[in-house]
């Protein structure tokens, strides 16, 4: 099918602006990153009520000056902030893959505009819209939890207002993506969210046992989605502006894509919140190791009470890939 078509079929259950979904996006600034914003605002389903970049993969300030530009091309106000310097977790991402993402500030689609300017705090405009919205908001966070951990440390209150967190981290049956030292024989088993920062991860999971809805898109559930070269030639020769913010975006992974090494990581937060039914799910109540040699690693707990949802692959049959597509043909140009 076109993928226009699909994405026209996608948003056609919610394109009007009151069934649309309230939606905060959180997240730390790179390639996939913005992929999943394109996703989520091509899809007609959002209404993005800010944006948020934590300490994670990008450079904050970057990350703050591409979102906000992103925004302005697809015609968007949607207030950005950046995390305070000093909230950040114990951990890092290795420094040559934070520079990954730093052009996409340079795109050729995004010179010349002029987006708001920034919000001071991450924190601070979580909280403000959370506070001002009439209805909860889901939360779709796609780097380390460090900013909705603060939040909820800060306004314990406002865990009333989150209609549903929706995470991209964690490896539960899968070997982790943090590289082990050299000698060490065992294989990974952390996820870099949670390692990054594992003290807010195992916080926010906690949540769940207080009623927090948390949806979890693990490495399970990305490793069955992985971004091969020809879905990128096919969004290439889609042709539209998001397709086209899609390929410049994604040109400093195109060596990853051969290699079958780049997957829908961050995406694969938006096809849990938007298409649920392509993924597969368990419930379990989770735990993340907050230091030593499991440091930042997910494990069911039976210790907790609290059920959160993580998906663990994708649904026989479904193509969540298409939908991804569809969703980022369908992203609106500035007029
Ligand atoms: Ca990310």
Redesign the pocket.
């Known amino acids: 099918m076109d993928v226009i078509l699909i994405a026209v079929l996608a948003a056609g259950g919610c394109a009007q602006q009151s069934d649309r979904i309230p939606v905060l996006f959180d997240?730390?600034g790179?390639t996939?990153?913005y992929i999943a914003l394109l996703m989520l605002v091509g899809s007609q389903c959002c209404d993005l009520r800010g944006v948020t970049v934590s300490y994670?993969?990008g450079h904050r300030d970057a990350a703050v000056e591409a979102s906000g530009l992103l925004l302005a091309a697809m015609g968007l106000d949607t207030p950005v902030a950046g995390h305070a310097p000093s909230l950040r977790g114990p951990n890092s991402f290795p420094d040559s893959w934070r520079d990954m993402s730093d052009h996409v500030k340079a795109l050729p689609m995004v010179q010349g505009l002029h987006p708001p300017k920034p919000r001071p705090d991450a924190v601070a405009l979580l909280i403000q819209t959370l506070d001002d919205s009439d209805r909860p908001v889901t939360v779709v966070v796609?780097?380390p939890v460090t900013n909705i951990a603060a939040v909820l440390a800060q306004r314990p209150d406002l865990i009333t207002k989150i209609e549903h967190l929706v995470v991209?981290g964690g490896a539960l049956r899968v070997p982790g993506n943090v590289r082990q030292p050299e000698t060490s024989e065992e294989p990974a088993t952390a996820e870099h969210?949670f390692f990054v920062d594992p003290g807010a991860a195992d916080q926010v999971l906690a949540l769940a046992e207080r009623g927090l809805d948390i949806t979890i898109a693990s490495l399970d559930a990305t490793n069955e989605l992985p971004l091969t070269p020809y879905w990128l030639g096919q969004l290439r020769n889609d042709n539209t502006f998001g397709t086209e913010l899609a390929a410049g975006i994604l040109a400093v992974v195109e060596t990853q894509v051969q290699e079958g090494r780049y997957f829908l990581w961050?995406g694969a937060a938006v096809v849990a919140l938007l298409s649920p039914d392509s993924l597969r799910f368990e419930t379990h109540a989770l735990r993340v190791a907050e230091s030593g040699s499991s440091e930042g690693t997910l494990r069911v707990a039976d210790d907790r009470s609290g059920q959160v949802n993580i998906a663990i692959g994708v649904t026989d049959g479904c193509q969540p890939l298409e939908w991804a597509a569809a969703w980022i043909a369908g992203v609106p140009r500035a007029r």
């Open positions: 997240h730390d790179a996939d990153d994670g993969l796609t780097g991209m969210n961050d």
